[in-house]
């Protein structure tokens, strides 16, 4: 049963709107149509990334107020662990947007790797196509060079590996790191690369776009509660 409701009604719909994005919006390249997809879901997902982003500033800002708290106090361990306790009391946290958005990129990430693993041949593609759906024919898997379907990359696994070490250090920075700071900024990267080195090349674009979009909505936010902020 589980099966059947994965194929039906997320296999399938998944795949056939891949080709109609194919066929329609991106000249028959399939890197492309990944790209689209992985911005439209992004879209759809954009009230819990929204919800996600103010949350992730206001522990920014909880930081910064704690670390005030921290030195204005520090003669007074009773009262800044109160006012510490104040200001932690104050911060809403809505863990569940986030995990909606990342569990629906996690299907989709497996959605993909599906398409690819079972193949994007001619006589597959026929057997799942809706008959709305225009047949493709041969489907161009090359993207700016490089096989979608290709595994053993090193160029693409390794832009997201560095950007996520950029994204670490960019956390870590202004504060004193420790040992548990530093592995976890070589650790993580190194992971995710090898992960996506033993994978097809497609997961690879798939996360680069959705880690840009990511980027590009963080900075929205940041302008918006600093545009607010002033403003009282």
Do not use: C
Not at 49 to 59: A, D, Q, S
Not at 99 to 105: E, K
Not at 182 to 187: D, E, K, Q, R, S
């Amino acid at each position: 049963m589980f099966l059947t409701f994965w194929h039906d009604f997320l296999y399938q719909p998944l795949f056939n709107f891949l080709i109609w994005i194919y066929n329609n919006y991106t000249e028959q390249n399939l890197g492309w149509a990944v790209v689209y997809l992985t911005i439209m879901l992004r879209l759809a997902l954009l009230p819990f990334t929204i919800v996600t982003e103010r949350g992730r500033l206001k522990n920014e800002t909880l930081y910064e107020e704690v670390k005030r708290l921290d030195h204005e106090y520090r003669k007074d361990p009773i009262v800044k662990k109160e006012e510490i306790r104040k200001v932690l009391k104050k911060r809403h946290v809505y863990p569940w947007a986030k995990f909606v958005t990342i569990g629906v990129q996690a299907i989709v990430f497996v959605l993909l790797y599906q398409v690819f693993i079972r193949g994007i041949t001619g006589d597959k593609i026929l057997k799942i196509l809706y008959p709305v759906i225009d047949f493709p024919g041969k489907i161009n898997t090359y993207f700016f060079g490089f096989d979608l379907a290709q595994s053993h990359e090193v160029v693409w696994p390794g832009m997201v590996a560095v950007w996520l070490a950029i994204e670490i250090y960019l956390i870590f920075r202004g504060r004193k790191a420790t040992p548990a700071d530093l592995l976890y900024f070589l650790a993580f990267p190194s992971f995710v690369f090898i992960a996506l080195w033993w994978l097809p090349m497609v997961k690879s674009v798939f996360i680069l776009t959705s880690m840009l979009f990511s980027a590009i909505v963080h900075q929205f936010m940041k302008l918006f509660f600093r545009t607010k902020k002033t403003t009282h």
